[in-house]
């Protein structure tokens, strides 16, 4: 069964500085991997995903992500964090052998950014 | 969270009420679905849908029911078998197996 794991319940970052949210998973085939934001209070926002092609996934807000197969880990990075980018990230993943998608989440990471 | 709506915002439920929550999307997806998150859980699946008049239970089905009976429509009704139902409630949608896209969530309170 496909699972995922978020090891860190939060990261503190401060604004100007790389920040990176750790995500490993666990399918029978290829992945599909995705991340999404929460603010509070709110649905999730969809910020990536990565299906096949390069390793190296860019998405909203200056977000990217890469994909490693080896390590079984799909990390989301910025480059220099915001305090707006102060929220819920919750990783998921899709296997695509399934004849639907099911996407499985991780239990979330809340980052904080501070100023 | 454009293009797809839930109502209500906030819902408050008695003990033994039925309540229905409303998710509508105008983005002409064909599946949909239903999540509940709680604290430190994650989003678990309750329903989904890939087609009009047709769905499948999730992981967590027990005390609750859909209906598909539009495209643009996937209501959830929590009934009174949920025996802990206090969750944010999310509603999803995706055009067959791409990027599922969220509601804004409908957050539930039992009295």
């Known amino acids: 069964a496909q699972s995922v794991a978020q090891p860190e319940d939060q990261v503190n970052v401060a604004e100007g500085n790389p920040l990176t949210v750790k995500c490993t998973y666990s399918v029978s085939g290829n992945p599909y991997l995705f991340w999404y934001v929460q603010y509070p209070n709110r649905g999730l926002q969809f910020l990536l995903k990565y299906i096949t092609g390069d390793n190296l996934v860019k998405g909203s807000y200056g977000f990217e992500a890469e994909f490693n197969k080896s390590q079984t880990s799909f990390h989301l990075k910025k480059p220099s964090a915001l305090v707006s980018d102060s929220a819920l990230y919750f990783c998921?993943?899709?296997?695509?052998?399934?004849?639907?998608?099911?996407?499985?989440f991780g239990t979330g990471t809340r980052l904080l950014v501070s100023p | 969270d454009g293009g797809i709506t839930q109502s209500p915002k906030y819902l408050f439920r008695k003990e033994g009420q039925n309540v229905t929550l409303s998710c509508e999307q105008n983005l002409n997806h064909d599946a949909m679905y239903w999540y509940r998150q709680d604290p430190g859980q994650g989003l678990r699946l309750i329903y989904y849908?890939?087609?009009?008049?047709?769905?499948q239970k999730g992981d967590i089905a027990e005390g609750y029911s859909v209906s598909r009976e539009k495209k643009e429509s996937f209501p959830l009704t929590v009934t009174s078998a949920q025996k802990n139902p206090t969750a944010f409630y999310l509603c999803?949608?995706?055009?067959?197996?791409?990027?599922?896209?969220f509601g804004p969530g409908t957050r539930l309170t039992v009295l």
């Open positions: 999803a949608s995706s055009i067959a197996a791409d990027t599922q896209y």
């Open positions: 998921a993943v899709r296997d695509p052998n399934t004849g639907f998608q099911k996407l499985v």
């Open positions: 849908s890939q087609i009009v008049n047709d769905f």
